[in-house]
């Protein structure tokens, strides 16, 4: 599924606002937010499921400096997306992070997405299923806030028509283990986090498997542990399962954090 039109680096946007950055290791840092529609991955705990697939007609929300939004066709070129992003700001250039949905189903805007941003930072938050296509946009950008998601959590995904990559989302244990190393390998040395969301009902060790693949690919990465917030019938953890797992990733030397999502605790968007 395409735009009327829409160039090969265009991509669907969902919204563009200015708010403060909730996750991950630029946590409480003001920002621009660019979310995509589309995401093949069906995360339980997902905050954003109106972001999964993309409608016949979709439009994009893109918020005033100073309060109000418009509504326009949500296909971009990396240009139109740029101006979305500057007329939303309140004051200085901020950091751009593109979020989703799932971004790297348009690796070709993401590219094109750079070079418009002038001194602006680019952070890049992706699910972690598609190594090959990150591998493709890595350089593109600044910082890239990496999921390492547990397989337990996923219910199977729906691959969305239309998308930018050929590269389909895993499927199962052994798919999910391969992407994630793959993924890891890729921002291994670079500016970037592995971010792990930690739901409740489940035991410490259920996450150790993805702390040994850190441990044995990326070991320099910072990991910031990420308690659920509760939706669609997850659990949010009790605190002493966050803390048992932030210990074995102490265990393994590995540099831990636990941040909270700061802007459900703010009210933010």
Do not use: N, Y
Not at 46 to 69: K, M, Q, V, Y
Not at 145 to 162: A, T
């Amino acid at each position: 599924m395409t735009g009327p039109g829409a160039a090969a680096s265009a991509a669907p946007v969902l919204e563009v606002f200015a708010s403060i950055q909730g996750e991950g290791l630029f946590v409480g840092e003001p920002q621009v937010f660019l979310r995509l529609r589309g995401c093949p991955l069906r995360c339980r705990w997902c905050d954003t499921p109106g972001s999964w697939r993309l409608p016949e007609d979709p439009e994009a929300r893109i918020a005033a400096a100073h309060g109000g939004a418009r509504r326009e066709p949500a296909w971009a070129s990396p240009f139109l997306a740029a101006t979305w992003i500057a007329a939303c700001e309140p004051g200085a250039p901020r950091t751009v992070s593109v979020t989703g949905g799932e971004p790297l189903l348009w690796p070709a805007f993401l590219c094109g997405l750079r070079p418009m941003l002038g001194a602006r930072r680019l952070h890049l938050e992706t699910g972690g299923g598609h190594p090959r296509t990150l591998a493709r946009v890595v350089d593109a950008v600044d910082h890239v806030s990496l999921d390492l998601k547990p397989d337990f959590d996923l219910d199977e995904p729906e691959e969305v028509p239309g998308a930018g990559t050929d590269e389909p989302a895993p499927r199962g244990a052994a798919q999910w283990r391969g992407a994630r190393r793959a993924s890891l390998a890729v921002v291994a040395g670079r500016d970037a986090c592995g971010k792990i969301v930690v739901a409740g009902g489940r035991a410490a060790s259920d996450f150790a498997p993805l702390l040994d693949e850190v441990e044995d690919v990326a070991p320099r990465l910072a990991v910031v542990l990420t308690p659920a917030t509760p939706a669609g019938g997850v659990l949010a953890p009790e605190i002493e399962l966050v803390l048992q797992v932030a210990e074995l990733a102490r265990d393994r030397d590995l540099d831990v954090r636990v941040v909270p999502q700061l802007h459900r605790l703010l009210r933010v968007p």
